[in-house]
């Protein structure tokens, strides 16, 4: 069981970038899936999550910005991030049913 992050690059403000999480060994439309993220010297955040229902939340400091999905029969979750700000910079991690985590990709917001 485990999941796969990717999609994390450097971007300037302002720019997009998706991120995506594919699952295997167990299902994304079953569990409640969320992305987190890290800044360097900070503590771990919720950024946004989707039940298994399809509902979503997000940060404040992300809504209207980012968009999470999944996509059931590729068994994948996603992250769309648009309108990129240098405080979005940080390690991006995937987390299903709050106790697996993806291994990070790094997300860098040049000014």
């Known amino acids: 069981v485990q999941l796969q992050a990717s999609g994390g690059g450097l971007v300037q403000a302002g720019g997009s970038l998706r991120l995506s999480c594919a699952a295997s060994?167990?299902?994304?439309?079953?569990?409640?899936m969320r992305w987190y993220r890290q800044a360097p010297g900070k503590q771990r955040e919720l950024v946004a999550g989707i039940a298994s229902d399809g509902a979503t939340n997000y940060a404040g400091s992300v809504k209207g910005r980012f968009t999470i999905s999944r996509d059931n029969a590729k068994n994948t979750m996603y992250l769309q991030m648009n309108s990129l700000k240098p405080e979005d910079t940080g390690v991006y991690y995937c987390?299903?049913?709050?106790?697996?985590w993806g291994q990070g990709t790094l997300v860098t917001v040049s000014s």
């Open positions: 987390n299903a049913g709050y106790v697996l």
């Open positions: 060994g167990l299902l994304v439309s079953d569990n409640l």
